[in-house]
């Protein structure tokens, strides 16, 4: 592991989904390199089991070790949900995860205790946000549903049309009809579904977004660790498991920017 401040952090998902963490590190950290790695031979992770998920971060993560990074970001909420406690115990650089930023958001935010889950299955499954939600209030209604159909659009660049909008219908139905009145996008892919998604909604719930939260404990760790880049030069890098192409042209849509390069690598 690198202390040196000018080392990159980390950053990984399954896919896309994670570039809603990035942009939030381009506003809250510009002065920071990044090693993106989208496991897109593997997305979408939802449907996978928690051991599968699990191997994969440990590859991932072994990568980023490699690459030199100071700190890791796991900007996917399945796998900070299946194997955040694994990760911790087994490699000695700092992790980020989305999740207890989200939560601690969705408390300060809700107004009538009751909260709302968007997420993949295998996040709803594993209970790990409901859990922390409930241990830091125990008096929290809290209504999940899994989204299975929105991953595999939004990896397609697909964020508007018919199919994803009767989907998202049939999602959020159950939560609004609960009273939710805010509701937490429990998937780093779902934050670009999110004007579909309010205008599901009107004004009746508030959303949740991890990415800023999350962004901000980055960097309020890497400031108390001495390790924040002081320095102008910054390298962003791009790696996928699968196509590098698709993933250059509808990651650069979400990012509103050009990716001009991205390495394809195999993990074993
Ligand atoms: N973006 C990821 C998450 O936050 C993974 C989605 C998937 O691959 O199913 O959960």
Redesign the pocket.
Not at 43 to 46: I, L, N
């Given at each position: 592991m690198s202390n040196h401040q000018a080392a990159p952090i980390g950053v990984f998902?399954?896919?896309v989904?994670?570039l809603s963490v990035v942009r939030e590190m381009f506003l809250q950290l510009p002065r920071e390199s990044f090693v993106y790695f989208a496991d897109t031979a593997h997305?979408?992770?939802?449907g996978r089991s928690p051991e599968e998920i699990k191997g994969f971060s440990f590859g991932i993560t072994r990568f980023l070790l490699q690459q030199g990074c100071k700190m890791i970001i796991i900007a996917?909420?399945?796998t900070n949900s299946v194997a955040y406690q694994d990760l911790i115990e087994a490699f000695d650089i700092p992790f980020i995860g989305v999740i207890e930023p989200g939560v601690d958001k969705a408390l300060q935010t809700t107004k009538n205790g009751r909260v709302g889950l968007i997420?993949?299955e295998a996040?709803v499954n594993s209970g790990f946000y409901q859990q922390m939600l409930k241990s830091k209030n125990p008096a929290v209604k809290v209504m999940a549903k899994a989204c299975p159909l929105f991953?595999p659009c939004v990896e397609k660049g697909e964020t508007e049309g018919e199919a994803i909008r009767q989907a998202a219908k049939q999602y959020l139905a159950p939560i609004l009809a609960e009273d939710a009145d805010t509701l937490v996008l429990g998937?780093?892919?779902y934050p670009f579904l999110l004007p579909l998604l309010q205008r599901l909604t009107g004004r009746v719930v508030t959303f949740v977004d991890p990415a800023k939260e999350t962004v901000k404990r980055a960097r309020e760790r890497l400031e108390a660790d001495g390790l924040l880049n002081d320095s102008a030069q910054v390298q962003h890098r791009f790696f996928v498991s699968g196509d590098p192409v698709s993933f250059a042209r509808i990651g650069g849509l979400f990012l509103e920017r050009e990716i001009e390069q991205v390495e394809k690598i195999s993990l074993e």
């Open positions: 998902d399954s896919g989904g994670g997305v979408p992770y939802g996917c909420n399945t997420a993949t996040t991953v998937c780093t892919h």
